[in-house]
T-cell receptor
Framework: DAKTTQPNSMESNEEEPVHLPCNHS???????IHWYRQLPSQGPEYVIH???SNVNNRMASLAIAEDRKSSTLILHRATLRDAAVYYC????????FGQGTTLQVKP | EADIYQTPRYLVIGTGKKITLECSQT?????MYWYQQDPGMELHLIHY???????EKGDLSSESTVSRIRTEHFPLTLESARPSHTSQYLC????????????FGSGTQLSVL
């Protein structure tokens, strides 16, 4: 299964932008890149996904490298409610979650 | 938004009991999934289904079984629960939307004594 690599944890200050990196060097041409987040005591929720082009939605932006071997989830202004575990996943037909990045947001 | 329901939310049972965790969705999604997650750990895919009468094992071996007789229903069964089965079980369904977009239920926290 295609694997992603993310930092275990990151910290951010409230109201500042956050860039969450993800490496996926074994990605193949048809694999979509998905991001989900999991708040404490809840199931994961969809954040954003993309294939080749950068994507924006109301929650975040997704920047995808030209070679598609890495991507970055961008939260434009972090809030305390954004503190969660963020998962970067390759959609190979099955969505396999890795360890994710635990984001702490400081007031 | 998606409507996917899991019951019970919490379950405490004794060793050896047979249990069924319920998962239902009202969106008509074909694909459904079961994930298992221990506290502070990653989610592990244990079962998935492409549609009615389709069931597949996931990446983590599990003693549980699943069935998919109706599109909206994807129950998970443990024939004889053991303490090692204590975990959170998360059900999800998905729609093809440039890849599969997953919608998760709130989970069932299972404790086997």
């Amino acid at each position: 299964d295609a694997k992603t690599t993310q930092p275990n944890s990151m910290e951010s200050n409230e109201e500042e932008p956050v860039h969450l990196p993800c490496n996926h060097s074994t990605i193949s041409g048809t694999d979509y890149i998905h991001w989900y987040r999991q708040l404490p005591s809840q199931g994961p929720e969809y954040v954003i996904h993309g294939l080749t082009s950068n994507v924006n939605n109301r929650m975040a932006s997704l920047a995808i490298a030209e070679d598609r071997k890495s991507s970055t989830l961008i939260l434009h202004r972090a809030t305390l409610r954004d503190a969660a575990v963020y998962y970067c996943i390759l959609d190979t037909g099955k969505l396999i979650f890795g360890q994710g990045t635990t984001l702490q947001v400081k007031p | 938004e998606a409507d996917i329901y899991q019951t019970p939310r919490y379950l405490v049972i004794g060793t050896g009991k047979k249990i069924t965790l319920e998962c239902s969705q009202t969106m008509g999604h074909d694909k459904m999934y079961w994930y298992q997650q221990d506290p502070g750990m990653e989610l592990h895919l244990i079962h998935y289904s492409y549609g009615v009468n389709s069931t597949e094992k996931g990446d983590l071996s599990s003693e549980s079984t699943v069935s998919r007789i109706r599109t909206e229903h994807f129950p998970l069964t443990l024939e004889s629960a053991r303490p090692s089965h204590t975990s959170q079980y998360l059900c999800a369904s998905s729609i093809p939307q440039g890849g599969e977009k997953l919608f998760f239920g709130s989970g069932t926290q299972l404790s086997v004594l």
